[in-house]
């Protein structure tokens, strides 16, 4: 069964800093995976998605690589703002199967 | 698009009560998804469908029902609600093809007492 960790399960950080955040999963045979974004009472959003065939994603401050033979994903923020403040979620959808599994989460905090 | 819209967004139900969670996407996906989040965890499937007359079991099934009568609506049922229950529901649709990204609903969140 596919088991998804993110690390560390929260972080505070400064303005301005760049940060990573870290996804590892235990099977490789994977679609794609995606990176989302929860707000505290809120829905999730998705940020960046990657196929299993692509080695990273970019959006605007945000870069997420995927390593699928070792099982990771990173997600690489930029000049960090108070508004990245969230928590991040990331979930693979696995090959043969509809749905994504999920992590639980990387909550972070930009202070100002 | 209004994109996957559920109702209602909280609600309170006492134990051995039943309810309906409403999930509803105009993007014409296909595949429709249930999730539960509970506090500090990740999300897991509940049920989920890959097209209207369509539906099977997730990876946490138990105390749920759904329906699939059309493309647009996936209800969720809970027949007799227990404290375990208590948690946030997401819906979540996207098309046939796999290699595109999956579109939540802004969740319902439910209490069992």
């Known amino acids: 069964k596919q088991e998804v960790t993110q690390i560390p399960a929260a972080l505070s950080v400064p303005e301005g800093e760049n940060l990573v955040l870290n996804c590892s999963f235990t099977?490789?045979?994977?679609?794609?995976l995606q990176w989302f974004r929860q707000d505290p009472g809120k829905g999730l959003t998705s940020l960046l998605l990657i196929q299993s065939s692509q080695r990273e994603q970019t959006s605007g401050r945000l870069n997420a690589s995927l390593d699928k033979s070792s099982g990771r994903s990173t997600l690489y923020i930029a000049a960090s703002q108070p508004g990245d403040s969230a928590t991040y979620l990331c979930?693979?959808?696995?090959?043969?199967?509809?749905?994504?599994?999920f992590g639980t989460g990387t909550r972070l905090t930009v202070i100002p | 698009n209004a994109g996957v819209t559920q109702t209602p967004k909280f609600r309170i139900l006492k134990i051995g009560q039943s309810m309906t969670l409403q999930c509803t996407q105009d993007?014409?996906?296909?595949?429709m998804y249930w999730y539960r989040q509970d506090p500090g965890m990740g999300l897991k499937l509940i049920y989920y469908?890959?097209?209207?007359?369509?539906?099977d079991k997730g990876e946490v099934p138990n105390g749920y029902n759904v329906s699939r009568s059309t493309t647009e609506d996936f209800p969720l049922r809970l027949e007799l609600a227990a404290p375990s229950q208590t948690s946030v529901y997401f819906c979540?649709?996207?098309?046939?093809?796999?290699?595109?990204?999956?579109?939540f609903g802004p969740g319902t969140r439910l209490t069992v007492l």
């Open positions: 099977d490789s045979a994977i679609y794609n």
């Open positions: 979540a649709s996207t098309p046939d093809n796999s290699r595109i990204e999956q579109f």
């Open positions: 979930a693979v959808r696995q090959t043969g199967a509809n749905n994504l599994f």
């Open positions: 993007m014409n996906h296909n595949y």
């Open positions: 469908s890959v097209g209207a007359g369509i539906t």
